[in-house]
């Protein structure tokens, strides 16, 4: 399997530095937000394996359906859903890395087809989960969910397909769209703390409004980021420095969003069941 290429050469022309120094700042705070959410799943979820306590994985984060006493094999599929999750996250960013690409293409190759494998696995087991094992929350989710997964099978099936007819720039657009709805989980939970410290923090609104805003949220949380990458796309060909310019000024406010709600997903999502898991161990004293 052809690896994945980075879809973010350096500039050519000076009218797209403007642009493709925003996709650097848009890169830079994608690899933190998605460096501590692989930190978060691996701390929180891999130490109840460690100790045979499976039965933790529910008892500090309030989850859809985490771990059932009695239910071995969708224990199991649950287990192997947030492995392949904590791979596909730290994937997905040595996959963007263009330094990484450079130096180490050997290694960005292997992790290409893994990431490829871990993708497949994930939306055919997202899938099991909601439709199989009826961890749903509603029906909008349980839609969006189901055709976020359909777009992670076409994607990465479209993209593997292009690098074996060495069409690499189709390949390379093809495999950034997968990369988009791969991380539609942890797009999700960003844009819902970025929408909720915006919305309710900044100007005021009702909480209610983050709960009735869920479900657009839902679906948002992949089809935002690949409406932006097509826009990107145009707007990298266009010759004009004013539509050059307008995309990296609204990437940039897109990232803005993005980092409030890292810190808000970090802060209130990630880091108290963490730091409750960590103490109640002992791990620490």
Do not use: C
Not at 34 to 62: C, E, H, M
Not at 63 to 76: E, M, Q, R, S
Not at 248 to 272: E, K, Q
């Amino acid at each position: 399997m052809a690896s994945i290429p980075s879809a973010f050469p350096a500039a050519s022309t000076s009218q797209r530095l403007l642009l493709e120094r925003a996709v650097r700042v848009w890169f830079i705070v994608t690899a933190i937000g998605q460096t501590i959410f692989f930190l978060y799943i691996t701390g929180y979820y891999a130490p109840p394996v460690a100790r045979g306590t499976l039965a933790d994985w529910s008892k500090y984060r309030d989850l859809i359906t985490g771990h059932v006493p009695g239910d071995n094999f969708g224990n199991a599929m649950f287990g192997v859903h947030v492995a392949l999750a904590a791979l596909l996250t730290l994937g997905g960013v040595l996959q963007l890395w263009p330094a990484l690409r450079r130096r180490v293409p050997a290694l960005h190759r292997w992790n290409g087809r893994l990431f490829v494998v871990a993708a497949l696995l994930a939306a055919l087991g997202g899938l099991w989960l909601v439709w199989g094992r009826n961890s749903r929350l509603s029906d909008a989710s349980d839609i969006s969910i189901t055709l976020n997964a359909v777009l992670v099978l076409g994607f990465v099936t479209l993209a593997w397909r292009a690098a074996r007819a060495r069409d690499f720039a189709a390949h390379q657009d093809w495999a950034m769209r997968a990369f988009f709805v791969v991380s539609g989980v942890w797009f999700l939970r960003v844009g819902i703390m970025g929408f909720a410290l915006i919305a309710v923090g900044l100007f005021g609104a009702e909480e209610a409004l983050v709960e009735a805003a869920f479900p657009v949220l839902s679906f948002a949380s992949y089809l935002v980021p690949l409406g932006a990458y097509e826009l990107y796309r145009r707007a990298r060909r266009s010759p004009a420095p004013a539509a050059q310019n307008a995309m990296a000024a609204g990437l940039l406010a897109l990232t803005l969003v993005m980092a409030t709600g890292i810190f808000g997903a970090t802060m209130m999502m990630w880091l108290p069941p963490l730091k409750a898991s960590i103490t109640a161990s002992g791990l620490f004293g």
